[in-house]
């Protein structure tokens, strides 16, 4: 397996980034690469409103409706990138600001993840949530080549050093992201390192890379591809949310978690379309599957293959018709082209589904985004 960089790209000022190529043997000469996107204008002015309006408070606050109304750093991430795609600055400044101020408090530089207004102090744990952290670092680099915002920029450059420095993880020949700082490495658990893979944002890893260059970007993103690999080569082609990698053997579902695909790993093929890698085997096995069942995203246990739930809200079922469109050119049903946000998660993956169909797959949307 071997990984290179391609032409450099100029997309931070005064850094360079690069598309990450990956040769997979196990993929049958499967090449893979992360495709860059523009995001800004790739979300409607009415559907962010709408979004804005029920789960983003006037002071910046990113807030779970289904989940005791806290506020965690992936909200807050996936908050930016939402604004950013939307351009709407002034709500971007806002979130950022309470980002910054509420949960950039550990001495590490990572953001603590969770923030309860029923709590005091609000902070009610301070280990950080490595997809939170990575969430926000893109979309402040992001946000600062659109706006030529250094600010922006210096701060994405000091997450990702610390997400570098902090949260990478050797794993015998394998480079790992743990989930957090705390609680999931070897000597953390018994069956430890333990892994999540829906914590891969693929497509900020070249933008990491290129604020961080001294950290193995490139090997903890194309490691991660071949995990993904290996968790998905069973009887039941899925990955568990938690993946234990004990003593480099064959990943397993970890101790103490449900074995199951379910609302972590369901995001693993969204960020994959986003990130331009749609030639990765296992999306056309997914692609399947979703297409068979035609009810809803199930959540599966990956032992057994039981059904335990079926997930027919609009933010999860646009998830299956992104696939379709994306590998096969089938439009998105006319049911899903309207927003019509519920609770914070699957609103909040509707309109991330919806800005990369409406940037690189305008023809299966062409009534969703004006």
Same mark, same amino acid.
């Given at each position: 397996?071997?990984?290179?960089?391609?032409?450099?790209?100029?997309?931070?000022?005064?850094?360079?980034?690069?598309?990450?190529?990956?040769?997979?043997?196990?993929?049958?000469?499967?090449?893979?690469?992360?495709?860059?996107?523009?995001?800004?204008?790739?979300?409607?002015?009415?559907?962010?409103?709408?979004?804005?309006?029920?789960?983003?408070?006037?002071?910046?606050?990113? @807030?779970?409706?289904? #989940?005791?109304?806290?506020?965690?750093?992936?909200?807050?991430? %996936?908050? /930016?990138?939402? !604004?950013? +795609? &939307?351009?709407?600055?002034?709500?971007?400044?806002?979130?950022?600001?309470?980002?910054?101020?509420?949960?950039?408090?550990?001495?590490?530089?990572?953001?603590?993840?969770?923030?309860?207004?029923?709590?005091?102090?609000? @902070?009610?744990?301070? #280990?950080?949530?490595?997809?939170?952290?990575?969430?926000?670092? %893109?979309? /402040?680099?992001? !946000?600062? +080549? &659109?706006?030529?915002?250094?600010?922006?920029?210096?701060?994405?450059?000091?997450?990702?050093?610390?997400?570098?420095?902090?949260?990478?993880?050797?794993?015998?020949?394998?480079?790992?992201?743990?989930?957090?700082?705390?609680?999931?490495?070897?000597?953390?658990?018994?069956?430890?390192?333990?892994?999540?893979?829906?914590?891969?944002?693929?497509?900020?890893?070249?933008?990491?890379?290129?604020?961080?260059?001294?950290?193995?970007?490139?090997?903890?993103?194309?490691?991660?591809?071949?995990?993904?690999?290996?968790?998905?080569?069973?009887?039941?082609?899925?990955?568990?949310?938690?993946?234990?990698?004990?003593?480099?053997?064959?990943?397993?579902?970890?101790?103490?978690?449900?074995?199951?695909?379910?609302?972590?790993?369901?995001?693993?093929?969204?960020?994959?379309?986003?990130?331009?890698?749609?030639?990765?085997?296992?999306?056309?096995?997914?692609?399947?599957?979703?297409?068979?069942?035609?009810?809803?995203?199930?959540?599966?246990?990956?032992?057994?293959?039981?059904?335990?739930?079926?997930?027919?809200?609009?933010?999860?079922?646009?998830?299956?018709?992104?696939?379709?469109?994306?590998?096969?050119?089938?439009?998105?049903?006319?049911?899903?082209?309207?927003?019509?946000?519920?609770?914070?998660?699957?609103?909040?993956?509707?309109?991330?589904?919806?800005?990369?169909?409406?940037?690189?797959?305008?023809?299966?949307?062409?009534?969703?985004?004006?």
């Amino acid at each position: 397996m071997t990984i290179r960089m391609l032409r450099p790209l100029p997309l931070l000022p005064g850094l360079l980034a690069a598309f990450f190529l990956l040769t997979a043997p196990m993929a049958s000469s499967q090449t893979l690469s992360v495709q860059p996107l523009n995001m800004i204008g790739s979300i409607s002015q009415a559907d962010w409103e709408a979004y804005r309006s029920r789960f983003v408070e006037d002071n910046g606050r990113v @807030v779970d409706t289904a #989940n005791g109304n806290i506020s965690h750093s992936e909200g807050q991430g %996936y908050g /930016l990138l939402l !604004a950013l +795609a &939307a351009a709407d600055r002034s709500s971007f400044e806002k979130i950022w600001n309470f980002t910054f101020t509420e949960l950039l408090i550990r001495d590490d530089g990572l953001a603590a993840w969770k923030w309860d207004p029923a709590s005091k102090p609000r @902070v009610t744990d301070r #280990n950080n949530a490595t997809d939170g952290d990575l969430l926000i670092a %893109y979309a /402040l680099a992001k !946000a600062g +080549a &659109a706006w030529q915002e250094s600010r922006y920029t210096n701060a994405a450059q000091k997450l990702a050093k610390a997400i570098g420095r902090t949260t990478f993880s050797r794993n015998g020949q394998s480079l790992t992201l743990l989930p957090g700082a705390h609680g999931f490495g070897a000597s953390d658990r018994p069956d430890g390192p333990v892994v999540n893979l829906s914590y891969w944002v693929f497509e900020a890893f070249p933008v990491m890379a290129a604020l961080a260059p001294e950290y193995e970007w490139n090997r903890v993103w194309r490691d991660g591809v071949m995990l993904l690999q290996q968790a998905t080569s069973g009887r039941v082609r899925l990955p568990a949310d938690w993946i234990s990698l004990h003593n480099g053997l064959q990943p397993q579902p970890a101790d103490g978690f449900p074995p199951e695909f379910g609302y972590n790993s369901l995001r693993i093929p969204l960020y994959l379309l986003r990130a331009g890698m749609t030639d990765m085997e296992w999306l056309r096995a997914l692609r399947q599957r979703w297409s068979a069942e035609n009810k809803g995203v199930a959540v599966v246990n990956v032992v057994t293959g039981h059904v335990r739930e079926r997930l027919t809200d609009q933010g999860y079922a646009i998830l299956p018709a992104a696939l379709a469109c994306a590998l096969d050119g089938t439009p998105i049903p006319e049911t899903l082209k309207t927003f019509e946000p519920t609770l914070y998660y699957p609103s909040t993956l509707y309109l991330l589904a919806k800005s990369v169909l409406g940037e690189k797959y305008p023809q299966c949307v062409s009534s969703a985004v004006p």
